[in-house]
């Protein structure tokens, strides 16, 4: 299936312009008038929405025609988002696809394919060491599946009735919210299809390398340079008088889940930092993750102290954390954020984790998120599986989303972030966020409070930054919650945290629709690669790993794709509103099922025309305005000037034109 973008929601809250750094943008609000920039800006986009839609009805169909016309004639199903790019594609026998690098494995035909929207569908089944790519046998009106290797989950051996003894059923339980199914004839001619599905599927548990190290393509640009540590610190205005690089990790000595360069407080000496990494759970020291440019309030990451059930203290872990108050003279205080329901807090230390106490830690604040666990948060993807696929319920289409509590704990994410970003932008205060062991709720949390209070990071580049530093260099845990090539689908330790991370994007991108420079389609392809193993981008769990298995010198990274042809993901209504800070609304009224994500797969929740395309053509004339603009502009100024030059000295030109867009 052609992954699709989703149009823009609500028009954006109103901006206030203030210098050098705007208030809070609460979303949604109704307040702007076609004088303001925003105004205008809202209104040139209903505009240019409105003739692009009028351009379209002389050839569109009616929806429910158009609808169950395509279901009667088997939706064409393409999931090739690395061919998009279009470099060097070649072409197998039977017109299969390859990327550079990828072999078949073998071909496998008389296939049925039982599509749960239009029943079964008759083809060949070609196998890949990245991929299993079904076409139909039906000539005017063909069928292709692609389905990459790297999204499935499980392979499950289900009955085929009526179709023969040598007829096997294969269902593919995927990771991304489908599940096809197959049935097929076995020759002992052929290769086990099973057998050969098990092995590459799960490289790493046949011991093969994953496909990322054999996918050759060659980009224009290397994303691995999108990030650089030290340059984006230096954005922030680090190092100064507080603040210092340190190179204590440069071998990961101090702390293995840990990128080799942290950003630590200027007055605390190395003996002092090493007794604090003994004191917080997997060595994980609070290290700054981001400074307001105003007030030097600081966000600050790190797991749980070591408390345990006889109250243990660490002096240095208390001067450490009274070091990161002082560094904010604005404020007198820090307020700690844990992630964890206050109950699980305390089950924690009486097993040797625990919580900073107020009594002990001066001038702290401690606050409970209550975010439920990893586990809590993998059965609630697991009920949503269910309601969206194979089929809908439409008559308890609410009622079952509820019951999967997905959306109250995007909610819960959303409003811990909001509450982080509150407490630097109006409290002026630093905050210290920390779950158990720092690599899954805290990275959720300090990366959307980051994005809500930093224009940079809305932007296609600044948001990869994002990426790579909270979530890929400070140890997300993404071999195991994902399980890359892993055949062991019951592990306790996989998750869906990151996907919640982009969902809660995506929440916010609906409520503010012209803030952030990339598009759905952007985040759709992100979490599409999340499973792939095409990329290396997030490939093991922590910067030393990759550093070992050579990954930047061995695979591609998702960016040099991404950033290849950065069109493809750009929001044709993007507006730089640079130092503003975004206030999502985040009652469950305000939230809303992804079904552009998670349902996706179904074609009767699809848009009939695909929103990615309309984007790109919006973004086209968008450009095609701007030059123009600037071609009335010159032409303006030759005028104006030939006109001054004409009339006597005394006389006054006009004001020059002026063209917001």
Not at 72 to 84: H, T, W, Y
Not at 289 to 298: D, F, L, M, R
Not at 553 to 562: A, D, E, G, N, R
Not at 570 to 596: A, I, M
């Amino acid at each position: 299936m052609e992954k699709q973008a989703g149009a823009a929601g609500a028009a954006d809250g109103a901006l206030p312009n203030r210098k050098p750094r705007a208030p809070p943008t609460c979303a949604p609000a109704s307040g702007d008038t076609l004088e303001s920039p925003t105004g205008c800006h809202v209104e040139w986009c209903k505009q240019l929405i409105a003739a692009t839609i009028s351009s379209q009805i002389s050839g569109s169909v009616p929806s429910d025609i158009a609808r169950d016309n395509k279901a009667r004639r088997r939706p064409v199903l393409m999931n090739l988002p690395a061919l998009r790019y279009g470099a060097q594609v070649t072409m197998f026998q039977n017109q299969v696809p390859l990327l550079p690098g990828e072999t078949v494995q073998t071909t496998v035909k008389d296939v049925m394919y039982i599509c749960p929207f239009s029943g079964p569908v008759n083809g060949t089944l070609t196998i890949t060491d990245y991929k299993l790519y079904f076409t139909s046998v039906e000539l005017e009106s063909p069928f292709v599946l692609d389905v990459n290797l790297g999204v499935i989950s499980r392979l499950e051996t289900i009955s085929v009735p009526n179709q023969g003894e040598n007829t096997k059923g294969l269902e593919l339980v995927c990771k991304d919210m489908r599940s096809p199914r197959f049935a097929y004839k076995t020759e002992e001619s052929h290769p086990d299809v099973v057998e050969l599905l098990s092995k590459h599927a799960f490289p790493l548990s046949h011991s093969l390398p994953l496909f990322a190290f054999l996918y050759k393509e060659q980009f224009p640009v290397d994303g691995w340079k999108v990030y650089e540590p030290t340059a984006e610190y230096r954005r922030l205005g680090l190092p100064n008088e507080s603040w210092a690089f340190s190179k204590m990790n440069s071998n990961y000595e101090l702390c293995d889940t840990y990128p080799s360069i942290l950003v630590i407080p200027t007055h605390i000496a190395e003996d002092d930092v090493r007794r604090v990494a003994v004191f917080r759970a997997k060595h994980r020291i609070p290290v700054l993750s981001w400074i307001h440019p105003e007030t030097q309030a600081t966000i600050v990451r790190c797991s749980q102290p070591l408390v345990g059930p006889s109250d243990r203290r660490c002096k240095e872990d208390e001067r450490f954390l009274q070091i990161i108050m002082d560094a904010n003279a604005q404020s007198h205080k820090l307020t700690i954020f844990d992630a964890r329901q206050s109950s699980v807090a305390v089950t924690n230390k009486a097993k040797d984790g625990g919580y900073e106490s107020e009594g002990v830690y001066s001038n702290v604040e401690l606050n409970f998120l209550e975010i439920p666990n990893i586990h809590v948060m993998r059965e609630s993807l697991r009920k949503m599986k269910d309601v969206v696929y194979p089929t809908i319920d439409e008559a308890h289409w609410h009622s079952a989303i509820d019951q999967t509590h997905w959306l109250e704990y995007i909610r819960l994410l959303l409003a811990g972030a909001a509450k982080i970003a509150e407490k630097l932008e109006s409290g002026k205060t630093s905050v210290v966020v920390h779950c158990s062991d720092g690599w899954d709720r805290t990275a959720q949390l300090t990366s959307l409070a980051m994005l809500m209070l930093d224009s940079h990071y809305r932007t296609l580049r600044g948001f990869q930054v994002l990426v790579e530093k909270e979530w890929v260099s400070f140890g997300h845990k993404f071999a195991a919650r994902v399980g890359h090539g892993d055949e062991n689908h019951a592990n306790s330790e996989r998750s869906p945290l990151f996907v919640q991370f982009i969902d809660c994007v995506w929440q916010m991108t609906r409520q503010f629709p012209a803030a952030f420079e990339f598009n759905e389609l952007f985040l759709i392809t992100v979490l599409d690669h999340l499973y792939s193993c095409l990329f290396g981008t997030f490939l093991y769990s922590s910067e030393q790993e990759r550093a070992a298995k050579e990954v930047q010198t061995s695979t591609v990274s998702l960016w040099s794709y991404i950033n290849s042809q950065p069109e493809d993901f750009t929001n044709p209504f993007y507006v730089d509103y640079e130092h503003h800070v975004l206030c999502p609304l985040v009652s469950s009224r305000h939230l809303e099922l992804w079904t552009g994500y998670y349902a996706r797969w179904n074609p009767r929740m699809r848009p009939q025309v695909p929103v990615h395309q309309t984007l790109k053509e919006l973004l086209f004339l968008k450009a095609e305005l701007q030059r123009r603009v600037e071609e009335l502009k010159r032409d303006a100024t030759s005028r104006s000037s030939s006109s001054f030059s004409e009339h006597s000295p005394s006389h006054i030109a006009g004001t020059p034109l002026h063209s917001a867009v």
